[in-house]
């Protein structure tokens, strides 16, 4: 028996085919051997890959944060962009740069080496949290993950002595938790709106990981 067809799906071995522009042809079976003659191609993208830290490396989980990742093979499709997975959270990337034309695809696609995604306060849980990029699907491929560390916001549970009096200096003993000090720089204290200067700093650890020096 014969059968005249419309569809046909083929599965390609992964690694199959090399980076690029690709001719695909059909060849019925014989007698009727005949070959397909139209210019259909398919365009074959690695996976992404992040190439350099996250700028910044390290954020705030109580603040608004926009990361820069800079890599190869973060895919625009007709305009829909890459996911970003930061510590189990899903986000969509917000733009990319850094753009070149891939040939061969039915959308049109670009591959760019930089991608910014915006992060809502509150969206990360805090700690060492792995940061990779999915591709849109079709070429919905996974980089390996690199490392972003997410510190909470410094949370203060008493200031001493209360009330101070306001005829002398008055050294305020403030204690609390997640007080950072990033390459050397300590925090900002404010007192009804006026900053005042910090003249010492104990209870710190170092916090391992970042490019930054940190103790909290």
């Not at 204690?175 to 900002?188: E, H, I, M, N, R």
Request: hydrophobic share 35%; glycine share 10%.
């Amino acid at each position: 028996d014969a059968y005249s067809c419309t569809t046909l799906v083929a599965t390609l071995p992964q690694n199959a085919l090399p980076e690029g522009s690709h001719p695909v042809s059909v060849t019925n079976p014989a007698p009727a051997a005949c070959s397909s003659e139209e210019n259909v191609s398919i365009a074959v993208v690695g996976s992404p890959e992040i190439t350099a830290p996250p700028q910044p490396d390290l954020v705030c989980t109580g603040e608004d944060e926009s990361l820069v990742l800079t890599g190869d093979g973060f895919l625009d499709a007709g305009g829909a962009l890459p996911s970003v997975t930061i510590g189990g959270q899903t986000l969509q990337a917000s733009s990319v740069s850094g753009c070149s034309d891939v040939g061969g695809t039915q959308i049109p696609t670009r591959s760019c080496t930089t991608l910014t995604v915006d992060i809502p306060a509150g969206t990360l849980p805090e700690g060492q949290l792995d940061v990779s990029v999915t591709n849109p699907a079709p070429a919905a491929c996974s980089s390996p993950p690199v490392t972003l560390y997410a510190l909470p916001p410094p949370v203060v549970d008493a200031s001493r002595p209360s009330p101070p009096c306001t005829q002398d200096p008055t050294a305020l003993d403030i204690t609390g938790s997640g007080f950072a000090v990033v390459d050397g720089v300590q925090p900002v204290v404010e007192v009804e709106g006026s900053q005042v200067n910090i003249t010492s700093m104990s209870g710190c650890t170092a916090y391992p990981g970042p490019a930054e020096t940190v103790q909290i």
